[in-house]
């Protein structure tokens, strides 16, 4: 793939990608129809609405739990580990089931017993980086492109429901950020600390993509380092596992990805990454901090 970004979708004029949560009972059908797949060995069990998982011995089920979520994603995710050498969890079995909103998605793939890394090592982001760019350079494998209708509202989902009023000026940085740049299968939602498995420094499984299918590559090494950085990482481990980038790129989308990470962490629980993320961008980008309402204190 060597398409350019063609104008964002800022404002959602061309669509709103709806990406509220499926029901309970909508969850509940999906659990049902995946535990009694053949493929899942885990206990017979009653489904109750709730779970997005369910752990078998040597395989777990994973259901549709969010309206914009699509099985063709979690289709894909087993066409890279095919065909690129992404680790990805080997799928087995999946489905859907009518419900009365549509229809909801379950898979069942293998179980891969390892943990995020929540101190990243240096080991860990080159492994990450040889992934992404695995990733960036498998060939077109559809779904959803950034320049879609829509598509940035997906990426941007938080900020709009946290920075209302910030909404349209970080969708136009983003449109101007990406707009004529490179675009590729990306991952969208990496990083060493975030759906990606290890055992110590081995990367054993890369988990659950974003919603966004295709847009410039160093969306998902800003993003990876919008995760890590806060947590003790450092650039260079992760672009020596990379390769070669696009730097002035990466340049441009990194301080806009880091604010997107911080408005997540405004409805976050646990650890605080915002007084990091604000000290970074009151020394790189600060005129960022102007456009969301509140920012912790550095």
């Not at 980086?129 to 950034?146: N, V």
């Not at 320049?147 to 920075?163: E, F, N, S, W, Y």
């Not at 590729?184 to 498995?197: K, R, W």
């Not at 806060?230 to 806009?256: K, N, Q, R, T």
Request: include cysteine.
């Amino acid at each position: 793939m060597n398409e350019l970004c063609a104008p964002l979708d800022v404002g959602d004029t061309g669509a709103v990608i709806p990406t509220a949560s499926l029901l309970p009972a909508e969850v509940a059908a999906a659990e049902r129809a995946a535990l009694a797949s053949a493929a899942f060995d885990g206990p017979r069990q009653r489904p109750d609405g709730t779970r997005t998982t369910i752990r078998g011995q040597h395989t777990i089920i994973k259901v549709q739990h969010r309206r914009h979520e699509r099985l063709e994603t979690m289709l894909r995710l087993e066409r890279m580990r095919q065909e690129a050498g992404v680790r990805a969890p080997r799928l087995l079995d999946h489905g859907t089931v009518p419900t009365p909103e549509g229809q909801a998605w379950w898979v069942v793939h293998t179980f891969h017993d390892g943990q995020p890394g929540d101190r990243p090592t240096a080991a860990q982001q080159r492994a990450l980086g040889d992934q992404l760019r695995r990733w960036h350079d498998h060939g077109p494998a559809g779904g959803l492109r950034l320049d879609g209708p829509g598509a940035l509202g997906v990426l941007l989902g938080t900020a709009r429901r946290l920075a209302p009023g910030a909404y349209a000026e970080i969708s136009k940085r983003f449109d101007d950020a990406c707009r004529g740049r490179r675009m590729t299968a990306i991952h969208g939602d990496l990083a060493v600390g975030h759906n990606v498995l290890f055992q110590g420094d081995e990367l054993v499984a890369v988990l659950d993509p974003g919603a966004v299918d295709i847009g410039p590559p160093m969306l998902d090494l800003a993003w990876a380092m919008a995760v890590d950085l806060p947590h003790g990482a450092a650039p260079g481990p992760l672009l020596d596992g990379y390769g070669p980038i696009d730097s002035e790129a990466l340049d441009v989308v990194l301080p806009l990805m880091m604010l997107r990470r911080l408005i997540d962490t405004f409805d976050e629980d646990g650890p605080n990454d915002g007084p990091w993320l604000t000290g970074w961008l009151d020394q790189h980008s600060p005129e960022l901090l102007d456009l969301v309402p509140s920012v912790p204190e550095a």
